[in-house]
């Protein structure tokens, strides 16, 4: 299968995710333009962590714009699997294709380091390869990474499960200790509706490497290859909903 890679100006975790892809899963990627419309026959978009045009504005509030979004956009209308990490994540919510804010990291300061993930939703073409309430470990990277969305967002959010990934502790339990950029709910990551469309704050292509501290990362890309190779992945929930 092909995996295509997103690169905007100001990207800087491109190479770490085509790395994953091709080193870590021997799966074939390609990085893709963010001026170009042409998704190149991919299975899988990512768009990746970094700083996209500078994060200007706001984080992913101008890469929202970019012609190859209208191309991920119609992707996703289609079913196609699209995942944000990070910067990605921010781009997916100033899109539409995801519901809710990031804001700034609740001390206001730019945090780097290795989270705790509690897996929610192993339904879906990202988390197949996973168990119920498994714990993850993978690095976060961001000073806008604090998840907001009103009531009755969440409310919908959690009643459709499609919740994927909260922080906690080493042994499943939340705390808000464990919660380092003060995300609604622990949230850490999310789909659409639909179930196509994942973002996350932390980075699994990071955790793809022992030599990195941790592998749990590739969970998340091998779950990838099941749904496009026609393993646990959740067909039906692409015909319940559009994308958004």
């Not at 290795?114 to 197949?128: A, C, G, I, K, S």
């Not at 190779?229 to 319940?240: I, M, S, T, V, Y």
Request: charged share 20%; aromatic share 10%; net charge neutral.
């Amino acid at each position: 299968m092909k995996f295509g890679v997103v690169v905007f100006p100001g990207s800087n975790c491109d190479h770490d995710a085509f790395y994953a892809v091709e080193h870590a899963l021997g799966q074939q990627a390609s990085f893709l333009w963010h001026a170009s419309a042409d998704l190149e026959d991919c299975d899988v978009i990512i768009l990746p962590g970094g700083f996209a045009y500078g994060d200007y504005l706001r984080t992913g509030a101008i890469a929202r714009f970019a012609p190859i979004m209208a191309s991920v956009r119609d992707f996703a209308a289609r079913g196609g699997l699209v995942l944000g990490i990070c910067n990605g994540f921010q781009i997916l919510l100033e899109s539409g294709l995801l519901k809710g804010a990031m804001l700034r990291n609740r001390n206001l300061k730019f945090i780097c380091k290795m989270m705790h993930l509690r897996v929610e939703n192993v339904d879906t073409p990202f988390t197949n390869a996973l168990r119920p309430g498994q714990v993850l470990d993978i690095p976060i990277a961001h000073a806008e990474g604090n998840y907001y969305a009103d009531v009755a967002t969440l409310h919908k959010l959690e009643s459709r499960r499609q919740v994927v990934f909260r922080y906690c502790q080493s042994d499943g339990k939340l705390a808000d200790d464990a919660n380092a950029n003060g995300s609604v709910n622990f949230i850490a990551g999310i789909t659409n509706r639909a179930g196509n469309v994942m973002g996350m704050m932390p980075h699994p292509e990071r955790a793809c490497d022992a030599l990195l501290g941790s592998t749990d990362g590739r969970y998340i890309f091998q779950s990838l290859i099941n749904a496009v190779a026609g393993g646990r992945a959740p067909a039906k929930a692409f015909a319940e909903a559009p994308p958004r």
